[in-house]
């Protein structure tokens, strides 16, 4: 039973941090149409960036939101380059979200160095049900929940989370009611790349994060966000869940070499799934 | 009001407008008319500022808002976010943004405020995107293609609501239309645009008389000219 309990809550703070990595996917794609490619990099950025400023004796809060705040720069550094020139495809904006994730790696190496950097966010554990759980698991599902009902309200209730919806939804028609859409694209990748280094900043304390880290981070991310089609929060956060819990599970009963794998077979079992139903929607309107 | 002088657009080596001049003076309807391809949407497309003139000028007093061809809604928004959405320029914070004086004028969308846009039927959404313009509270309201695609007797529901707003508002109307007769109805004054240039102006009754127009425009010959070529 306490193994059990153990799994489940490590899963669910597992999910909570994929969440957090496809909420930052679901706000570029949203608005923009772009899959970002670099999103792995900016969760990378924050956790690197995070552990080398607390170990410069930054006190903690101050060293994190620091670290966030360069996620975001970096983020909106990378929409620049991606989006910046008017007319730019979605598919070639990916593939240089690609390279720029790419070139991360050397910069990377050059300010924090090679190795895997970790460290303590919020020490200690809580004892549940007879099982020892690490607190920062709580902390990561409980920033999680309150990121995804902030974008929510951000998006369903603000003016500007509507216009940046209106940039995704009708491009032109945006434009004609004066909506700048390439300033709203950069803004989106900004709040892409905070909410990809809040995810870096809040995984770090759990699973040491090198300049390579991205990969695995972004493939969880969107084999969560597409559970979405890489537009709804709300079914991002929960297709992370499902993928938390069922990683965890399969770690804990079977074997800890498959997480990846399970990702991957989610995310391919999801697409052929939704492009399935897309065509069924397509054959019914014409 | 609006004056429009030698204007020129080029998408690369094609010319889509070629010293194109129209005007149109506070609180006028008037009718831009012409086959697909003449360059009626470039043209408003340039009004509205998304389009970069290679040569020529456009003064505008004023605000211009634009109901596109096609509607062009937000699809995945409420009725009411588009409209608000429609204010995005507009000054004036939260006020401004209030849909309620678009209700006034067309109380259809009060009804169906809630709903989300991708969802109505055709002439809804052409309502929807002629009262999302109209939260810009524009002088000059241009409307592409107001009859496409939509049942007569809704056409002449929206015609009706085109009339009121000129009439109550002095909102002037520059209407691209298809439907030349439709536009030569609704509006005193007529532009023919046809393949980048103004090949005809004036007053929509005399261009209804002309035996061109007619031919082109108006399906058929008019009373004075009994010549039909086949």
């Known amino acids: 039973m306490s193994a059990f309990l153990t799994y489940l809550i490590t899963g669910l703070a597992l999910g909570c941090s994929f969440a957090l990595v496809a909420s930052g996917f679901v706000a570029i794609h949203r608005v923009t149409g772009v899959v970002n490619f670099a ?76 190795q895997p950097i970790s460290y303590q966010m919020v020490p200690g554990a809580v004892s549940v049900g007879g099982a020892q759980i690490l607190t920062q698991y709580f902390v990561v599902i409980v920033a999680a929940l309150v990121t995804f009902a902030a974008l929510g309200l951000f998006f369903g209730r603000t003016y500007l989370g509507k216009a940046l919806t209106a940039c995704a939804s009708n491009p032109y028609a945006a434009r004609l009611a004066g909506i700048n859409v390439l300033r709203m694209g950069l803004l989106a990748f900004a709040l892409g ?3 990809g280094g809040l995810a870096g900043v809040l995984v770090t304390p759990l699973q040491p994060v090198a300049f390579d880290s991205d990969v695995t981070l972004a493939i969880n991310g969107f084999a969560a966000a597409i559970v979405g089609g890489l537009n709804r929060p709300g079914l991002a956060l929960a297709g992370g869940l499902v993928l938390g819990v069922a990683q965890s599970f399969v770690a804990g009963y079977l ?32 | 009001m609006l004056e429009v002088t030698d204007l020129v657009v080029r998408y690369g080596q094609a010319t889509a407008l070629d010293g194109v001049s129209l005007s149109l003076e506070p609180g006028e309807m008037v ?95 052409q309502m929807v995107a002629v009262g999302r313009a109209l939260m810009a509270d524009p002088e000059v309201l241009a409307v592409d293609e107001l009859s496409l695609g939509l049942a007569p007797i809704v056409v002449a529901d929206l015609a009706r609501h085109l009339r009121e707003l000129n009439a109550e508002r002095g909102t002037a109307v520059l209407l691209i239309e298809q439907n030349a007769r439709l536009a030569f109805d609704l509006c005193a004054r007529a532009y023919v645009l046809e393949a980048g240039r103004v090949t005809a102006a004036g007053p929509s009754a005399e261009l209804a008389e002309s035996p061109e127009v007619a031919r082109a425009y108006l399906g058929g010959t008019t009373g004075t000219e009994g010549v039909r070529e086949r």
């Open chain 1, 193 to 195: 790349g905070l909410l």
């Open chain 1, 255 to 286: 074997s800890g070499a498959y997480q990846t794998e399970i990702a991957l077979a989610l995310m391919l079992a999801i697409m052929i799934f939704q492009a399935g139903r897309r065509g069924a929607v397509v054959q019914e309107a014409t």
């Open chain 1, 39 to 114: 999103q792995g990099t900016f969760a990378v950025v924050g956790g690197l960036a995070a552990g080398s400023l607390l170990g410069r004796g930054l006190p903690h809060g101050i060293a994190e939101l620091l670290a966030i705040a360069l996620a975001g720069v970096v983020g909106l550094v990378v929409g620049i380059i991606a989006i910046g020139k008017r007319g730019t495809p979605p598919l070639a904006s990916l593939v240089i979200t690609l390279g720029l994730g790419i070139l991360a790696y050397a910069v990377e190496i050059i300010v924090f160095g090679d």
């Open chain 2, 31 to 125: 009718a831009l008319v012409g086959p697909n391809g003449a360059g009626k949407s470039t043209l408003v497309n340039t009004l509205s500022g998304i389009v970069r003139p290679a040569a020529g000028s456009v003064r505008l007093d004023g605000r211009l808002a634009q109901v596109p061809e096609g509607r062009q809604l937000f699809a995945e928004l409420s009725v009411a976010d588009n409209l608000r959405l429609g204010a995005w320029r507009a000054a004036g914070g939260r006020a401004r943004r209030d849909p309620a004086r678009v209700y006034e004028v067309l109380p259809v969308l009060r009804d169906i405020a809630g709903q989300r846009a991708g969802t109505l039927s055709g002439g809804q959404q």
